[in-house]
């Protein structure tokens, strides 16, 4: 047992660290999923319903918001999700600085702990997940772990993404070319360059505002020359981003799923990666002021951003085209991870088509801050991003645990969480048009609005109980669900189900190093 | 799992799970050094859990640190030499973080109605010039240092490394210099936009010129024994050449602009 865990803790292997991420991420989305379900409470009817006041709302929000973000979605996907895949792929036998993939995976456990630490401190983090001066500096809650929550984690992902940009560079197998990549691989590439680029400026801007609190400085601060809208434009610079970060490996694990679940090639694979995947990545920086619509700024400024936001659309659109088209004449087979797959589809045009009226600036100065805003973000960033990791989850968890996390609780969780969300966020779209303000604990300026909130508790609560099943059913099957039969149950045809088995040993690949075809490519089924 | 024998390529087909305790170490190290210490102080102001933590920090970090360059230095990569193509992507996102600091200054700067801001001194003249004269020099001895290495001259690159520690110690050296006399003058960090621009740029800046010296004091160490890693040297020395680049920002911006 003690040499057990000294394997674990002290591990340097791809697959392991990456489950070690899966183990911290899902941990994160458990408690801050709870806070999801008492801030729903909350809001069931008029006035204070469970908190003891209205600070005990705003600290349910910060640790909702920078869980669900810093420590699910983010490590999800980058951390757990391209750790155990990116090397199986392509064929690798483990990454280019194993020590450093060590190092990242307890920086993010680190930043968690800070993070939940959040609940046994006095004076507890009260500034949402986006830290805006001046509240963050003058508010008497302890803004310094907010700071170093976003430290720790964001230079983890620094250290990962370096990690992985040269793996992929360097350590694919002989023969594979660029075409021949998995479409995860591609768009978690993308994803690393973004987060390179980007996370450095969060960095910095939570560093100025650590500064300010505590050493005094003026970055933010008016009153000496200082700026406080500079922060925005520093915190949006990456957290525009980010949804990127999250969008792309969402998406990567949905072609992957997809193309091996329907037997089908990739639909159009060169316009996805070079006018998808690149398109976001050469766009995304351009982005950021739509945040700040109603922050004030000059009409043209304005307009620009209306632009290059509605832009983005297209290398976004590219993706999604080939995803459906990836479905057309493909020979389904409707397991759990598909049936995920499918729903994330219409997630994400729910989700897609309500972000295109809040890029219209005027649109916008109407909508922006109600919870229309908050509807929108949670069909594209919450649902869509979480139910495709879910997708992955149940797709690659014979590569983890060499059983099938499939059957009729994997099912019932599934119905139950798509419909459970529906019903959660559609009523916050009617109210949110309507004039529904995000982010208040209370609405009592608008009792009318109390049975919308009822409904959307309601979907809250179907769904908490959902995910808490799913999980449950992912310790069970971990330990005890049904043996896959061989390497690959799902007859894939890329690396990490033809070469590997299942669960994957130490050093990915029990045959020679894998060498490929000029034809290979991970979606060839029509040979 | 049956023919093993066929790939060694790499030397490292691995047929137990590889582990190596520092980097979870420095990380515990890091926790308690830097979130715990910091909030001990500047939130909490209690000196007892200050102590405590960074008690508990600094030596789980340099623990995890140097036993983390010993294993560095001996064992083999999957794939040799790669740090040298890991380095300057690292690089690019310290280029981010730089330009996140100038951006602010430029912001600042731009919107105000006077610049400098009441209450800055006269920034000096010939000192920035005299430091950028000992940093450049030190990027020359470096680069030297690394010929040496290469040719196998472990006497010459020894003295030419010391040499170039020494040129970071005096930089570093200057940097307090002008600190204290700035500080003296009631010039700190909160008197002014300018002032926060200054200490942030300067001070980030000299961290790194710390870093690089760190970095260059532990290849050194080992060499005194005869251990050298060419892979190490060259990343040490990219980092240092970057630092070097960067003051040329740092100095135009903040002094002669
Ligand atoms: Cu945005």
């Not at chain 1, 939570?206 to 434009?233: E, I, R, S």
């Not at chain 1, 799913?470 to 189900?497: Q, Y």
């Amino acid at each position: 047992m003690g040499a057990l865990l000294k394997e674990w803790v002290f591990t340097t292997d791809h697959k392991r660290v990456g489950i070690l991420y899966l183990i911290g991420s899902i941990a994160a989305f458990l408690v801050a999923g709870l806070m999801a379900m008492l801030m729903r409470l909350e809001q069931s009817t008029v006035g204070l319903n469970i908190a003891t006041s209205p600070d005990d709302y705003n600290v349910w929000l910060y640790f909702h918001g920078a869980a669900m973000i810093l420590g699910f979605l983010i490590p999800g996907l980058t951390g757990f999700f391209a750790n155990f895949l990116i090397p199986l792929q392509i064929g690798a036998r483990d990454v280019a600085f194993p020590r450093l993939n060590s190092f990242s995976v307890w920086l993010f456990w680190a930043g968690i702990v800070v993070a939940l630490l959040t609940f046994v401190i006095p004076d507890k983090p009260d500034v949402m997940w986006t830290g805006y001066p001046p509240y963050s500096v003058k508010t008497l809650g302890n803004t310094a772990f907010y700071v170093f929550t976003v430290h720790l984690i964001g230079f983890s992902s620094i250290l990962a993404s370096i990690n992985f940009i040269v793996t992929i560079i360097y350590m694919r197998a002989p023969g594979m070319g660029w075409n021949q990549m998995n479409m995860f691989v591609w768009c978690t590439f993308g994803a690393f360059i973004i987060q390179l680029v980007f996370v450095p400026v969060l960095a910095a801007a939570v560093t100025m505002l650590l500064f300010d609190k505590y050493l005094g400085t003026n970055f933010f601060n008016p009153a000496q020359g200082g700026d406080v809208l500079l922060y925005q434009n520093l915190f949006w610079f990456y957290s525009h981003p980010a949804v990127y970060v999250i969008f792309l490996p969402a998406v990567g694990i949905l072609f992957d799923v997809i193309a091996a679940m329907g037997k089908n090639r990739v639909f159009n694979y060169k316009a996805a990666v070079y006018g998808g995947v690149f398109g976001i990545v050469l766009i995304t920086g351009e982005v950021w002021v739509h945040h700040l619509y109603v922050a004030g700024m000059p009409d043209w400024l304005r307009i620009g951003q209306m632009v290059t936001t509605l832009l983005i659309s297209v290398p976004v659109g590219l993706l999604v085209i080939s995803l459906w088209g990836s479905l057309y004449r493909a020979a389904i087979t409707f397991n759990t991870a598909m049936m995920y797959a499918a729903a994330c589809l219409f997630l994400l045009l729910v989700g897609g088509l309500t972000g295109i009226p809040l890029a219209m600036t005027v649109l916008t100065v109407n909508l922006s801050e109600t919870a229309f805003v908050h509807a929108h973000f949670h069909f594209v960033m919450a649902l869509f991003a979480a139910f495709a990791m879910f997708a992955g989850v149940y797709f690659w968890f014979p590569k983890m645990t060499g059983r099938l996390a499939d059957g009729p609780l994997a099912t019932i969780t599934f119905w139950m969480n798509l419909i459970g969300v529906n019903i959660t966020f559609w009523p916050l779209f009617i109210i949110g048009f309507r004039g529904m303000p995000r982010r208040y604990y209370d609405y009592a300026m608008f009792p009318e609005f109390q049975p919308y909130h009822q409904v959307a508790t309601v979907g809250a609560l179907i769904t908490g109980t959902a995910m808490a099943l799913m999980v449950i059913n992912w310790i069970w099957a971990a330990a005890k669900g049904k043996k896959a039969e061989n390497g690959n149950p799902w007859r894939a045809k890329s690396l990490e189900w033809t070469h590997a088995d299942c669960p994957a040993g130490p050093g990915n690949f029990p045959g020679p190093d894998p060498k490929l075809d000029a034809d290979w490519t991970p979606y060839n089924y029509a040979k | 799992m049956a023919n093993h024998s066929a790939s060694h390529a790499g030397g490292a087909h691995a047929h137990h799970w590889e582990i190596s305790t520092y980097p979870a170490i420095v990380a515990v190290g890091v926790l308690f050094l830097v979130p715990m210490a910091f909030s001990a102080w500047f939130v909490y102001h209690s000196l007892l859990l200050t102590v405590l933590f960074a008690g508990i920090g600094t030596p789980l970090v340099l623990w995890g640190v140097s036993g983390w360059i010993g294993e560095g230095m001996s064992h083999k990569a999957l794939l040799p030499g790669v740090a040298v193509a890991g380095l300057p992507v690292f690089i690019i996102s310290e280029v981010f973080i730089f330009l996140s600091i100038f951006a602010s200054y430029w912001m600042m700067r731009l919107m105000a109605d006077v610049w400098p801001p009441e209450g800055t001194p006269a920034m000096p003249f010939g000192l920035p010039i005299f430091m950028t004269v000992v940093l450049v020099t030190s990027s020359v001895t470096i680069h030297i240092a690394e010929e040496k290495q290469e040719k196998g001259d472990l006497a010459g690159f020894r003295s030419m490394l010391m040499l170039t520690i020494a040129l970071g110690l005096v930089f570093l050296a200057c940097t307090i210099y002008e600190y204290s006399h700035l500080l003296g003058i009631g010039f700190v960090p909160g008197t002014n936009a300018f002032s926060t621009v200054f200490y942030s740029l300067t001070g980030f800046h000299a961290s790194h010129v710390l870093v690089g010296a760190a970095v260059f004091v532990a290849v050194l160490i080992p060499a005194f024994s005869g251990k050298t890693n060419l892979t190490f040297t060259k990343c040490a020395g990219i980092y240092w050449h970057f630092v070097d680049l960067v003051w040329f920002f740092v100095v135009s911006q903040v002094y002669f602009w």
